[in-house]
Structure formats: C-alpha cells, structure tokens
C-alpha cells in the first residue's frame, strides 16, 4: 500500500467553524490532490499540488484552501465550515501528472 | 466539459457469470484512463491504467480495454469478493483525474 495517511479520520464539527484536514504521504510523490465524494457525485477534485508551495484549484474549490510546505504533507482547510461540506474527504498521491494516483483511506466530516 | 459515464450503476452476478463494466468518455485530450475499485468505507484501489486505444490489461480474473471512446472492464467467472464498486477517471491535457460515478458490482456465491 502506498504509504499515505490521513488525520484525522472522523471528524464532526459545528457551522462555522474552521477544520484542518491532513494528509501525510511518505512515497516522496510531486502531486497530491484532494478530493471530496458524495452520493450521486462521485469523486469531485478540490484542489491539487505539483510541489512544494505549488497548489491549483479544481472542480469545487469554493470555501477550501490549501498548502503544502513540505513535500510530505497537505493540508486542506475549511475556514468556516458550513452542513455542504459534509463528506468524505480522500487524498491521493501520483508521481506524476498522467499517472496512477493512489488514494489514503479517507477522513469522514460532519458539519452539524 | 470532460465527461465521464459509467454503465450499468449497479450490476448483480451470479459466481462464474461473466460480464462487462462500461466506461464512455469524452475529454480534451486523453492523458490515460484508469480503473479502481472501492470497498465501503475505503479508499479507492488502483488496477489499471490505460493510454491509448487498442491497448489492454490483466490482472486476475479482470481485463480492461480502451477505445477511442469507451473502456470495458471485463469480469470473468467473478468470485464473491469481487464485489465492490468499480470506478473509472481520465487524466486531460490540464491535469485534471475526472472520475466517473462508478458501478456497484454484487456477486453473489
């Protein structure tokens, strides 16, 4: 298994509030994305980055931040969390742009 | 817009009846397309990756081929662990993994 990590891995959390996602990768991968996947969505790209202090945004990067400041970690922020956020968040690693990613196991969030 | 459809949504099998996932997509330049499969409350897990049409994969009892315009994922004799959701996503030329809404796939012993 590809050595990613995510923190935490359940979380709830109140309206407004800020939350911090991370992910911890230890393959040395150039890219690492986030994604969120909701039923009847499917698996929709937030943001991504190809290296240190590099990031983009993807399809729903609305209300999400992100950074990376080592090559081993990204963070994903929600600076004030509203109940559409409520999902499952992955991570995912590539070496990369057009190869295989491989996913961490996910962080489920609840926005109550 | 890039698009990815998966067919059927939900596919239920008997052990050892064979069958076919479909994967129909349209993207501004195809960068490969890759196939994963996902058990509940898990990650997705990487099976193949594809990069031009014509070419083909296998690993166990699964085989993916690619089109210009379509990949199947084909399922022989399947097995009930076998059951998951299977998920396809094409790379584009801008760097964007765009995923497909998956098939449920449940084999039954």
């Known amino acids: 298994d590809a050595g990613i990590t995510q923190s935490p891995r359940h979380k709830v959390t109140e309206t407004g509030t800020p939350v911090t996602l991370r992910c911890h990768q230890t393959e040395n991968h150039r890219y690492m994305y986030w994604y969120r996947q909701d039923p009847g969505h499917g698996l929709r790209l937030i943001h991504y980055s190809y290296g240190v202090k590099d990031t983009d945004k993807g399809e729903v990067s609305d209300g999400y931040s992100v950074s990376r400041s080592k090559t081993e970690d990204f963070l994903l922020t929600l600076e004030s969390a509203t109940s559409s956020q409520t999902s499952v968040y992955f991570c995912?690693?590539?070496?990369?742009?057009?190869?295989?990613?491989?996913f961490g196991q996910g962080t489920r969030l609840t926005v109550v | 817009e890039d698009q990815v459809t998966q067919s059927p949504e939900a596919l239920r099998l008997q052990e050892g009846e064979s069958s076919s996932l479909n994967c129909s997509y349209t993207?501004?330049?195809?960068?490969?397309l890759f196939w994963y499969r996902q058990d509940p409350g898990k990650g997705p897990e990487f099976l193949f990756t594809l990069y031009s049409a014509g070419e083909e994969k296998e690993k166990e009892r699964l085989k993916a081929t690619l089109t210009k315009k379509e990949s199947f994922l084909h399922i022989t004799a399947p097995k009930p662990e076998d059951s998951a959701t299977y998920l396809c996503?094409?790379?584009?030329?801008?760097?964007?993994?765009?995923f497909g809404g998956g098939t449920r796939l449940m084999v039954k012993p």
């Open positions: 995912a690693i590539s070496s990369d742009r057009d190869t295989e990613a491989f």
């Open positions: 993207v501004s330049g195809l960068r490969g």
């Open positions: 996503a094409v790379y584009n030329a801008g760097n964007m993994l765009t």
